[in-house]
């Protein structure tokens, strides 16, 4: 990274009163979380520092790999784990579908820029295929920031960093990927950005100045892998040798337009299958908002039966 580069990032993250009050470390709230659901605490420890909190049991037959957003700074939410934990038991009580949940603890954002956290993604995917799960047996999910390093890892499978490490070679696509309002870009272009009735889990504006700082730390080559908006057309021609099957969802919210453009130009390609969810009224990573109050709220958001849904039929209609 060049002085000019570290600069700016420096500075980005220089304005204290932006960044929230925010909780302990991931492991902290993790294992918080599960003594109070009374839950086994399964942490996987990689040497990058980063590594995987497993949500009930661990598994390597079916699993869903979550990566966390929280506007660059915030750790791992337990409204988050809530909302997967309900998933994971909906699953088996509606389909006897029993699924493994993993977080990826990666490094903050303002700590470590990139590549650090498409490398420990990728180390994480490597692990758990060492270990057994089957790519058609693998469903990937970010949200916000979690899902511009989900499309960082998609982007290093295309076209490899070699500096990354080795991703082992893929049998068969992933089987599928959730984009939940993700970051797409760092600077909205729409008329959406100029709406002051957007909210969300976090304050989007101070995200996207310290998404803006994070790529224009990043040389420009390789710029695409995190704003996957601005990247050619045909940066993404092989996507369904690695990935066929995507949701996508989104609230009323300052980067929606941009999201559904993108599924549109990006995702929606000649062998991939892809469902685009707008949820009217919703807000920025939406069905996390039930799970503030309720580990088991009576009432959830459509977008949450809807997530179900796809990963049933996901599971259910892996390929043999």
Not at 286 to 300: E, G, H, I, Q, R
Request: with cysteine.
């Amino acid at each position: 990274m060049s002085y000019a580069s570290r600069h700016y990032y420096d500075e980005a993250w220089s304005d204290n009163h932006e960044l929230p009050n925010l909780p302990g470390p991931s492991s902290c709230i993790y294992s918080s979380w599960t003594r109070r659901h009374q839950l086994p605490g399964t942490v996987e420890e990689f040497v990058d520092d980063s590594g995987l909190f497993w949500i009930g049991p661990k598994r390597k037959d079916r699993v869903i790999l979550v990566v966390h957003g929280g506007g660059f700074c915030a750790p791992l939410a337990e409204c988050s784990m809530s909302f997967w934990n309900y998933v994971r038991r909906q699953l088996n009580s509606r389909s006897h579908i029993e699924v493994g949940v993993a977080f990826l603890d990666y490094t903050p954002i303002q700590d470590a820029p990139f590549p650090t956290q498409l490398r420990q993604l990728a180390v994480a995917v490597d692990h758990l295929l060492a270990t057994g799960t089957h790519p058609k047996d693998l469903h990937i999910v970010g949200d916000g920031m979690g899902g511009n390093i989900v499309m960082q890892f998609l982007s290093q499978l295309l076209h490899p960093i070699k500096s990354i490490g080795p991703i082992t070679k893929l049998s068969s696509p992933i089987r599928g990927v959730y984009l939940m309002s993700p970051l797409v870009t760092a600077e909205s272009r729409s008329e959406s950005s100029k709406r002051t009735d957007f909210q969300g889990l976090v304050d989007v504006s101070h995200s996207l100045r310290r998404m803006g700082a994070y790529v224009n730390a990043i040389p420009t080559s390789r710029q695409q892998y995190a704003e996957p908006f601005d990247a050619r057309d045909v940066w993404w021609d092989r996507l369904p040798q690695f990935a066929d099957r995507f949701l996508v969802s989104v609230g009323e919210e300052v980067l929606g337009e941009e999201t559904r453009r993108f599924t549109n130009a990006v995702l929606t390609r000649e062998g991939t299958e892809v469902q685009f969810e707008f949820q009217e009224g919703g807000l920025h990573c939406n069905p996390y908002y039930d799970f503030f109050v309720s580990d088991n709220p009576s009432l959830v958001a459509s977008l949450t039966n809807t997530t179900i849904e796809w990963l049933e039929r996901g599971f259910l209609d892996a390929p043999v």
